[in-house]
């Protein structure tokens, strides 16, 4: 009994495991499509700030192909705080 209950509480943190990562995968796209969007909008018209953006943008990208979705979402919420300051 106690190993059915050992085996059903691992099987159990194996899938809210896979539902975090997959949450963090959702959330690591959203943010990339959400800069990429700020990026072609009028709001940010300063090409080097466009240029630096699309390649942190391409960096979040590459991260969340290799499966680094950490590095993603660090990636794309120091991208959201800085396009926040430069266009208070």
């Not at 959330?27 to 990026?39: E, F, G, K, M």
């Not at 979705?69 to 800085?82: G, M, N, P, Q």
């Amino acid at each position: 009994m106690k190993r059915l209950l050992g085996c059903g509480l691992l099987v159990l943190a194996g899938a809210l495991s896979f539902q975090a990562s997959a949450a963090d995968d959702d959330t690591c796209n959203a943010n990339i499509q959400r800069l990429q969007d700020r990026v072609n909008s009028a709001g940010t018209t300063d090409p080097k700030v466009k240029e630096l953006v699309t390649k942190d943008i391409e960096s979040a990208s590459a991260a969340r192909d290799k499966g680094n979705v950490k590095e993603c979402l660090a990636i794309t919420d120091r991208v959201k705080s800085r396009l926040d300051k430069y266009n208070k």
